[in-house]
Nanobody, 124 residues
């Protein structure tokens, strides 16, 4: 089965940076899209950034445009999220997701596989 594992979360001050990674294993296919979502207690999971197989088509939520950058290394089955100029409102558990159909969706139900999440906390 497909397994996604996130890493790189932690504590950072406002204005700081963090780089998240998500490694996929058990894949028997290619041509899949990847995305990052985040969730805070009491709120629904929200889309952050997505990237299609070729790595050229990338898309972001308005709240992170210009601050976050998504990228991928298909040889390593890994997707990254570089987060700069972090704000306290970025505090959340960040989840990696895989979409086999590569629809470019911003909706969580359209994704087929999920990681366990990694915590990001931005202070002050």
């Amino acid at each position: 089965q497909v397994v996604l594992v996130e890493s790189g979360g932690g504590l950072v001050y406002g204005g700081g940076s963090l780089r998240l990674s998500c490694a996929a294993s058990g894949l028997t296919f290619n041509d899949y899209a990847m995305a990052w979502f985040r969730q805070t207690a009491g709120k629904e999971r929200e889309f952050v950034a997505g990237i299609r197989w070729g790595g050229i088509s990338r898309y972001y939520s308005d709240s992170v445009k210009g601050r976050f950058t998504i990228s991928r290394d298909n040889a390593k089955n890994t997707v990254y999220l570089q987060m700069n100029s972090l704000k306290p409102e970025d505090t959340a558990v960040y989840y990696c997701a895989l979409d086999r159909s590569e629809s470019g969706s911003r909706t969580s139900i359209d994704y087929d596989f999920w990681g366990q999440g990694t915590q990001v906390f931005v202070s002050s």
